[in-house]
């Protein structure tokens, strides 16, 4: 005798069967077989109905129920599936899948990141160490703990930018977007005692009349180092040795006198052009001199010395800081520094 299971196996041939079915053709098929009005396979399990038992009825009439429900829902998805290819399929005769693809835009490095990679990269390789220090900083680091009280007039080369304070205007405190990284010497040395050997890339900030040449916001490396023996001529070959490294080995190296509060003797560093070699006096990078200025140096000044607590008798050092986008400018022999700002990607994909 018939019974609810029957059904259940009749709903699972079905639904497998509807499932494979390959066009609109084959379903249409199935759907006459398994739920068509005259003869179909549910049609005929609804008949047997009659001829139950009256105990066993409502259960197999929720079974046929359940079967024609299971199907119906089988052919609909079918169908839905069964269109939608057709869809994908009718698109493929339109869209040429050989073509090549559109080029995939990669990142990069912008230049100034790249430039401070390449600087701690080559003074890594002489024992520098890369460090970081605040972009906002107090007078006393800035100037005074490097020889430059208020009223010098060293104060009026760096058109300083000053800050409110957060917490206050506390005048005892006043605050400034650093005009150089050179306040990192002091911060370095009240730390950690030498041997010191560090280099610092960081963003300074200027108040400035911007200019092909000039900026207001602008990136500095600074190096520092400390020991018991160092002299003129171990600064000299580290920035030698600096400059053949990320100019190649027939950049040159000049050292004029020059003066800075908180070194003593100081030199200006300036590179031999890498764009003309000299030889052109429309050079627009050197300006036909053969020769770019760079970056300031000296050994550090006895007072800074003394200052953060060290003996200027026992312990000696070099510190020299220059312009990373300078650097930049030379190496790519880009003619404006405003270029690096302006987030112009016909300039930076340029690099
Ligand atoms: N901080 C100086 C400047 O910005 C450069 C400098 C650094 C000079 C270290 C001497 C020593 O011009």
Redesign the pocket.
């Known amino acids: 005798m018939a019974g609810p299971q029957d059904l259940k196996a009749l709903a699972d041939r079905a639904v497998a069967e509807i499932a494979m079915c390959a066009d609109d053709a084959a379903l249409e098929a199935a759907r006459v077989r398994y739920l068509g009005r005259k003869d179909s396979e549910v049609t005929r399990a609804t008949k047997q109905i009659a001829s139950l038992p009256t105990k066993d009825k409502p259960a197999y009439g929720a079974a046929v129920n359940e079967a024609k429900a299971r199907i119906e829902s089988a052919l609909q998805s079918r169908s839905a599936a069964l269109h939608g290819a057709s869809i994908d399929s009718s698109l493929r005769e339109r869209v040429d899948l050989t073509l090549p693809p559109r080029p995939v835009r990669i990142g990069r490095l912008h230049p100034v990141t790249a430039t401070i990679r390449d600087v701690s990269r080559i003074f890594g390789t002489m024992g520098f160490e890369t460090i970081e220090g605040p972009e906002i900083e107090t007078d006393y680091y800035n100037f005074e703990a490097l020889n430059i009280p208020p009223g010098h007039p060293a104060r009026e080369k760096w058109d300083t930018l000053w800050v409110s304070n957060p917490l206050g205007d506390d005048p005892k405190v006043p605050l400034l977007g650093r005009?150089?990284?050179?306040p990192m010497?002091v911060r370095v040395m009240e730390k950690r005692k030498p041997p010191i050997r560090v280099v610092i890339p960081g963003r300074c900030y200027r108040y400035e009349a911007t200019d092909a040449i000039h900026e207001s916001i602008l990136h500095?490396y600074?190096g520092l180092a400390i020991d018991e023996k160092l002299t003129m001529a171990d600064l000299k070959g580290v920035l030698y040795s600096f400059a053949r490294q990320i100019f190649g080995s027939k950049s040159n190296v000049r050292f004029r006198p020059d003066y800075?509060p908180?070194?003593e003797p100081?030199a200006e560093i300036a590179f031999s052009c890498v764009i003309c070699e000299g030889k052109d006096p429309q050079c627009h990078t050197c300006g036909g001199d053969g020769w770019i200025e760079a970056?300031?140096?000296?050994m550090v000044h006895p007072d800074v010395l003394r200052r953060v607590g060290y003996d200027p008798d026992r312990y000696q050092g070099f510190?020299?800081?220059?312009g990373i986008e300078r650097l930049a400018m030379v190496m790519s022999g880009t003619p404006d520094i405003r270029l690096f700002a302006q987030n112009d990607l016909r300039f930076l994909e340029s690099f």
């Open positions: 005009t150089h990284t050179s010497q500095q600074e800075f908180f070194t100081s970056a300031g140096c000296g510190a020299f800081g220059g």
